[in-house]
């Protein structure tokens, strides 16, 4: 993901030339300095809300006044109609537009809700106890209902401070879910949350769904008695990933863990699908340019690099690459597209789009050189990829146009373009598909059911991807939506090829 995708908040980086992501550091819920806390709360927002995008609804967002907003949702006393009171929301009246939200979500989310309906019967996850620390919106509403209506039992905090859907959130209060989270909880806040996930009146957790690690780290940390009775936890981020696997090197990892980041349906729609339709998204949202017969050089032309490339090649576009890979250079090559060198282009180009997970790939030195009118984004990993710090100079004026859109204007009046300071583009200006949220719901949902349901020693403490027969899961579920048709392998073919008829079927080093 995502890096899988990083939000636009994120404070950590990836190690030049490597996949390794050097992590911010691990906060503590009761004794870290503002600072590092700060750190971590602005990480990972793959699932921002819709209403936190570009094309922000925060006007019918938050039905309340200000006067209400500045009142702590944690100083109000609300109540549903039930009489239900085991919530901290922004304002419960919000719940039926919230409501409204989530249903929209649900029809573009297959596949969770194809795996609600095959599973119901089972009810999969009965007995389990799910603390769940995830963004709270639309889609990741869908993937809670879905838990719930498979025998969980869960409760729920946001995983990041400005990403909640307050109306969803009331929706999900409403709907009688125990919800800790609104959008512009402070820092105190959101640990207060998270704790209130935890640590309840006849509650014993027994498995946790997280989106950076700060409820696995809480638990640990804080409840670790609690946290030795878990039977597994299911992580999203990289972050928490990482996380996960160096407690796991330090030994202090007791509990299971499954890694749904590196999964291969995860990745390739985090990275190449939703990339592919977010880049002209977020192009055309925040700059109204016109693509036809633009010159546009794409750093990187590994999985979002490759999403990009199509889109804009697509719409007419003249792209060029630079890769420092030669395999990656040849594929671009086979593709039709002009592998070239950052300098031999920089003065032509209409749009330069980084996508490299590296640092500093587009210079103060390049952005010298660029036309006026030059468009300059980043896809990639956080803001690293253009040294945006470089143009913070005396003699370079910076003008905000709009939203997320600034101009950088030279002494001679030439002025670039530059989206969300550098930081992801598609996060910062446009918005996350339901369908690819789909894929990654389905795949935590299965997660979780899998450790839930595991014989006793097929998992050890340790880190775990998910079955491949699960990925190959996880695509059926979809492919519904498309009124695909699978080809079924004969028994002599399945002999012939050494394969089970159910699958899986391939092997684990298989490259997609
Ligand atoms: N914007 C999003 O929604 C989103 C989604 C997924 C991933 N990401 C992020 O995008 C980045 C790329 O992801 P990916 O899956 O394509 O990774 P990848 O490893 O498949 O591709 C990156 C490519 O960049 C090349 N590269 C590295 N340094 C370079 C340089 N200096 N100049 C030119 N090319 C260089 C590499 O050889 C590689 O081919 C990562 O940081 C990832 O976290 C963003």
């Known amino acids: 993901m995502a890096d899988s995708g990083d939000g636009p908040h994120n404070t950590s980086s990836r190690k030049a030339g490597s996949n390794n992501v050097i992590d911010a550091p691990v906060t503590d819920p009761a004794s870290t300095s503002k600072e590092s806390k700060s750190g971590a709360l602005k990480k990972s927002s793959r699932y921002r809300s819709r209403s936190l995008s570009a094309s922000s609804n925060d006007s019918y967002s938050s039905g309340s006044s200000s006067d209400e907003d500045d009142v702590s949702p944690r100083e109000k006393i609300q109540t549903t109609e039930k009489g239900f009171t085991d919530f901290c929301v922004r304002n419960i009246n919000q719940h039926a537009f919230g409501r409204r939200e989530i249903e929209i979500a649900e029809q573009e989310m297959p596949g969770i809700m194809a795996l609600r ?81 935890v640590a309840s009146d006849n509650w014993q957790p027994n498995m946790i769904l997280d989106d950076g690690g700060d409820a696995t780290h809480l638990m640990l940390k804080k409840y670790n008695t609690m946290f030795k009775l878990i039977q597994g936890i299911v992580e999203e981020s990289v972050t928490g990933v990482h996380r996960l696997y160096q407690l796991s090197k330090a030994g202090k990892l007791s509990v299971p863990a499954m890694n749904v980041n590196d999964s291969v349906t995860k990745t390739k729609f985090d990275n190449l699908y939703s990339c592919r339709e977010s880049i002209i998204d977020s192009l055309k949202r925040s700059t109204d340019v016109m693509f036809g017969g633009k010159q546009v050089v794409i750093c990187g032309y590994g999985e979002v690099g490759k999403g990009c490339c199509q889109a804009l090649k697509g719409l007419g576009c003249i792209v ?41 790939v587009v210079t103060r030195e390049h952005m010298d050189k660029m036309k006026n ?72 949902a299965l997660a979780l059911i899998e450790l839930f349901n595991a014989p006793p020693g097929r998992y050890k403490s340790d880190v775990y991807l998910l079955p491949k027969k699960m990925d190959e899961y996880v695509a059926s579920l979809h492919l519904p939506t498309f009124d695909a048709h699978l080809t079924e392998l004969t028994d002599e073919q399945a002999k012939y090829m050494g394969l089970n008829k159910a699958g899986p079927f391939k092997p684990n080093y298989y490259r997609y």
């Open 117 to 197: 309906k095959r599973a119901a019967d089972d009810m999969p996850l009965k007995n389990a106890k799910i603390v769940g620390c995830t963004h709270i919106n639309a889609q990741t509403a869908v993937l809670i209902e879905t838990l719930v209506e498979l025998g969980a039992q869960v409760r729920w905090a946001a995983c990041n401070i400005y990403s909640t859907q307050n109306e969803v959130a009331a929706a999900l209060a409403y709907a009688g879910y125990p919800i800790f989270a609104w959008r512009g909880e402070t820092e105190e806040d959101f640990w207060w949350c998270i704790d209130k996930c």
């Open 320 to 360: 060029y690459i630079t890769e420092i890979d030669p395999i990656c250079a040849l594929q671009a090559s086979m593709d039709g597209f002009r592998v070239m060198k950052l300098n031999e282009v920089i003065r032509n180009v209409d749009i330069v789009i980084t996508a490299t997970g590296n640092k500093n």
């Open 373 to 444: 009118g030059c468009v300059v984004c980043n896809m990639g990993h956080s803001n690293t990829e253009i040294d945006v710090n470089s143009l913070r100079t005396p003699d370079l004026t910076w003008e905000k146009v709009r939203s997320q859109v600034d101009h950088v204007i030279w002494p001679d009046g030439k002025r670039i373009v530059l989206l969300a300071e550098g930081r992801l583009v598609n996060l910062s200006c446009s918005s996350i598909p339901s369908f690819v949220v789909s894929i990654t719901a389905a795949t935590q």
